[in-house]
Every structure is written in C-alpha cells, then in structure tokens.
C-alpha cells in the first residue's frame, strides 16, 4: 500500500496531509526518509513525528440485545 494511504487509515492525515508529512521530510519507513509513492509492508516500522503508525486490520463487529423503546443509531 501506498505510504499516503498507510497514514491516511492510521488516522494521522488526510492523503494529501500525509503527502504534506513526507515532503517535509517528517515520516520515516524502517529509519529512511519517506518519498511520495513508497510501499509500506506488513511488518514495516513507520512513523510520523517520531510516533509508530499501526493500522487496525480487523473490523470489530458488536451484536447488541436492546430492550424495547430505547433509540439505538449508528
């Protein structure tokens, strides 16, 4: 995946915010400077400022039982 997209899902920027961070030169892929259009790997260290980017694979799905007359909404 691309690395605009891998900041974009980790919730750090919008793909052009992300692509603002790597020009500024603040992301960093396995302590090289990133450039726009690199690859990201399972298993890459990525981080933005100084801070490790981990993105959340699984979606968590929750069944709820509610009682009759309460309001529920997504």
């Known amino acids: 995946m691309r690395i605009n997209k891998f900041i974009s899902e980790a919730g750090k920027a919008s793909r052009r915010g992300a692509d603002k961070l790597i020009n500024e030169r603040r992301v960093i892929i396995n302590g090289k400077v990133a450039k726009i259009g690199d690859q990201v790997n399972p298993g ?10 981990r993105i959340a694979r699984d979606h968590v799905y929750i069944a709820l039982n509610k009682p009759v007359g309460i309001t529920c909404t997504s």
């Not at 890459?44 to 980017?53: K, S």
Request: aromatic letters at 0%; glycine letters at 10%.
């Open 44 to 53: 890459d260290d990525v981080r933005v400022n100084g801070e490790q980017l």
